[in-house]
């Protein structure tokens, strides 16, 4: 052993096995780490609350709530990172502290650190590709929703109290949903941003998520410096029917939950319902620009299409005017997704501002018309259940459509929304959306906080509920009622046309026509998803019923199911190859399929 290169090559191996294991230490550490915060944050650090006053003043209302902040919001020494590393490399460190960080700082908070979001806040689905995307507590396999994905995992998980995000079209929403936890979008313009880097000025708005509604009552308060006492007054729900239909939530697990509640609180009258599209085809005529010659304009849900289509031209162009330059000289590194929405942005031109604007005011003036004083809309806050992660297709165009026609809504009237979890359907979290006009923010959180504990009794109780099983009965007068309800269609009275329909289905419900003749009525109602569900029924019983499967490809073209929507209209060319309704149908998807 007196050789000296024997010796060096054993240094040489017991320095590899030393530096192998602190390597794997070091990882072991850092994959427990972010198990322990879910993957959740960017940078961990402390700021500490403004000392408390001195006895006998009361303590500040957010005293021992922890926070974590959305990385798009500016802390002193911090550099702003807008969740992109190339950002963060040619930026220097934040002068000054966000006000909205510092008013829940005075207010007895602590901050713990900044969180992972989808890059420049676009994209709804919480995926970063430079920091990993934060692990949705309630789904593991699943994505948490974005661009807020973050603040919404840190919440969930319990790792603080409250979550500083913004949401410019459904950022906290979605999350918060995805998430099954509480999340406020407020009223544009009433919450600072001064701090916070600006996506597209016209829809941006700091929200905040809590698992607690006392909790996201009081950050409210703060954020929105608002008076502790109000006369109370009625609420009216309104609920949006027609967008009930893009959900696949059963009914009882939403809109039977809210109906139960108004009958056992005082001071709730009795809800109403509305096809919302249809009212903002017939109030927000701008619109009309906007929507492609495909459409149906008349049909509300193309309505709803065409306004998340102005709310993405809008969000191009005043991206592009505040980041243009940067993304021109440093050319970042994107996800794809993220790739796609920057190229959008920066290859978009805009000949009329003014009308994208004007679809805003409008908006706004409808919703104000609607709700009124006392009117609090209620729609699902997404359409469906969160994506698989690592999905190497991504969101597809369907998911997307009803997601935005959804979550444009409050981003283009900039009305306040709170989502509200209701439990889980098929182990999904689920949730409902609260909408108030524009500045009825307190009126919107004091409504939540009143009617949380009461809605989450509800969610428990209506998911031991069973459907009631049809009954058989004669021939005949299944056949009347059959006769009736094809007279009440043609005399255009649907509601009583569903009604001989479904009456002669409990007669006898085996019959293809009786399920495609009430589906019928039910898309001129604007009820596909029941037209759906009757002409499936219709077409187990005759599989060689066209009309059936015209009426079903009607009904998910509706519901911005458009490859299903297509291979109806294909069976029924198949069927019936010269029918003229199916080769047009078939023509019109294919141009809407991307």
Not at 181 to 199: E, K
């Amino acid at each position: 052993m007196s050789n000296p290169k024997v010796w060096v090559v054993i240094g040489v191996t017991v320095a590899g096995i030393v530096i192998l294991a602190e390597t794997r230490r070091r990882r072991l550490r850092a994959r427990k780490l972010e198990r322990e915060d879910f993957g959740a944050f960017i940078d961990r650090f402390e700021l500490l609350p403004f000392p408390q006053p001195p006895p006998p003043a009361a303590r500040h209302i957010l005293f021992s709530l922890t926070f974590t902040v959305k990385d798009i919001f500016d802390v002193k020494d911090w550099v702003t990172g807008f969740g992109n590393p190339d950002w963060k490399r040619t930026h220097e460190a934040a002068g000054k502290t966000a006000v909205v960080v510092t008013a829940l700082l005075k207010n007895g908070a602590t901050c713990v650190g900044k969180t992972v979001m989808d890059e420049f806040a676009f994209g709804i689905t919480g995926e970063n590709v430079h920091y990993g995307t934060p692990t949705n507590p309630q789904m593991p396999s699943h994505i948490p929703g974005g661009s807020s994905s973050g603040s919404a995992v840190a919440v969930a998980a319990g790792i603080v109290d409250f979550a500083l995000g913004t949401d410019t079209i459904g950022c906290v929403r979605t999350p918060a949903s995805f998430c099954g936890i509480l999340g406020c979008r407020p009223s544009h313009g009433l919450v600072s941003t001064i701090g916070v880097l600006p996506n597209s000025q016209s829809l941006d708005t700091v929200g905040w998520f809590a698992r607690d509604p006392s909790i996201l009552h009081r950050v409210g308060h703060i954020l929105l410096q608002l008076n502790q006492v109000e006369p109370r007054r009625t609420r009216c729900f309104i609920i949006a029917d027609d967008l009930f239909q893009l959900s696949k939530v059963p009914k009882q697990k939403s809109i039977q939950v809210i109906t139960r509640v108004t009958e056992n609180l005082s001071g709730y009258q009795p809800p109403r319902h509305v096809n919302f599209g249809q009212y903002v085809a017939a109030n927000v005529p701008s619109l009309r620009v906007f929507c492609e010659e495909s459409m149906n304009f008349q049909i509300g849900i193309n309505a709803l299409k065409a306004l998340s289509s102005v709310m993405f031209l809008l969000l191009r162009y005043e991206f592009k005017t505040n980041h243009g330059e940067w993304v021109k000289a440093v050319k970042p590194r994107l996800g794809s997704h993220v790739s796609d929405q920057v190229s959008a942005a920066m290859d978009a031109t805009h000949e009329d501002i003014k009308t994208l604007y004007k679809v805003r005011s409008e908006m706004r003036a409808a919703l104000r018309s609607l709700l009124k004083d006392d009117g609090i809309l209620v729609v699902p806050t997404v359409a469906d259940p969160p994506l698989k992660l690592n999905s190497k297709k991504g969101p597809s165009a369907e998911f997307l459509d009803r997601a935005f026609a959804l979550l444009s809504i409050a981003s283009m009237s900039g009305c306040c929304e709170v989502t509200v979890p209701l439990g889980k359907h098929d182990g999904f979290p689920i949730s409902v959306s609260f909408l108030a006009f524009h500045g009825a923010d307190k009126f919107l959180l004091d409504t939540v906080l009143d009617m949380y504990s009461f809605l989450q009794e509800q969610v428990s109780l209506v998911s031991n509920l069973s459907p009631v099983p049809d009954t058989n009965g004669h021939m005949d007068a299944s056949e009347l009622l059959k006769e009736k309800g094809n007279a009440a269609f043609k005399g255009n009275q649907l509601n009583k046309a569903v009604s001989y329909y479904s009456e002669a289905i409990k007669l006898n419900d085996i019959n293809a026509t009786y399920y495609c003749n009430r589906a019928a009525a039910y898309l001129k109602l604007g009820c596909y998803r029941e037209a759906e569900e009757d002409c499936t029924k219709a077409i187990t019983l005759d599989k060689k019923n066209v009309k059936a499967y015209l009426r079903r490809g009607t009904a998910r073209e509706s519901l911005v199911l458009y490859k299903d929507a297509l291979q109806d209209f294909k069976h029924a060319l198949v069927l019936e190859p010269q029918n003229k309704d199916a080769n047009e149908a078939e023509k019109r998807l294919r141009k809407l399929i991307r």
